[in-house]
């Protein structure tokens, strides 16, 4: 009896909570568009009003990898180490001590679906049509207030709520309406474990990495939801 109300209890507390989730392992192109950014704000194109990068992440065994351009960043929480190369015209590597945990990536309980229907004793996200480029898809679309005028709203995949758009809203303050400020897009999302030899430790195969105090800053690749 006891053990079918455990299983009740969890199978409840489960079934109350569907929140969006990141798979533990994938590869994705990631675009980052601000739209607050005008052209008076930059000097020959930077900083880019479009940051497009490529994510190679694994968090069963620890390890991420973000390329953008001729800039790669490898982090193996494995061994606590982290790698910034550079491949254009002045190839260069830098390595450092990597102190902090693999980041749990995940979504407060604090947000919403936007619309949900009832589906027997529960409540389900109601399916609505993606926005670009998922438009032909269905999507279940997840709220985060943040306060101070913020708020998130974040485009699943509907059915396997796995994370494709999220679009940051702030409060113009004169017109006192949500104005989108920062978009997240990943697209070509590939759910395989990526190729171990992208994480490789550098300073095996290469003797001119530098050390580097003090790491490299997180990087931001669905707002602060994921991040390496």
């Not at 994705?28 to 497009?52: E, F």
């Amino acid at each position: 009896m006891k053990l079918q109300l455990l299983l009740f209890l969890l199978h409840s507390c489960s079934a109350s909570f569907v929140a969006p989730h990141f798979p533990s392992h994938f590869t994705a192109n990631v675009s980052i568009t601000s739209h607050l950014l005008t052209s008076a704000m930059q000097t020959d194109g930077y900083p880019p009003k479009i940051r497009t990068m490529q994510l190679n992440y694994n968090s069963k065994i620890g390890v991420a990898r973000v390329d953008e351009g001729i800039i790669s960043y490898i982090r193996r929480y494995d061994l606590k180490k982290e790698f910034k190369l550079n491949s254009g015209p002045y190839p260069s590597c830098r390595t450092s001590y990597l102190s902090e945990k693999l980041p749990t990536q995940q979504f407060q309980r604090n947000g919403k679906w936007s619309i949900t229907i009832k589906t027997g004793n529960q409540k389900e996200p109601k399916s609505i049509q993606c926005p670009a480029p998922y438009d032909s898809k269905k999507c279940a679309m997840w709220i985060q207030d943040e306060g101070s005028g913020q708020i998130v709203h974040v485009y699943v995949s509907h059915g396997t709520w796995i994370p494709l758009i999220a679009i940051l809203h702030t409060t113009n303050p004169k017109k006192k309406t949500l104005e989108p400020s920062l978009t997240f897009v990943w697209n070509n999302i590939n759910l395989n474990p990526p190729n171990n030899e992208l994480f490789q430790d550098v300073t095996e195969i290469r003797n001119d990495c530098e050390d580097q105090a003090g790491g490299f800053p997180w990087i931001h690749l669905f707002h602060h939801f994921f991040r390496v």
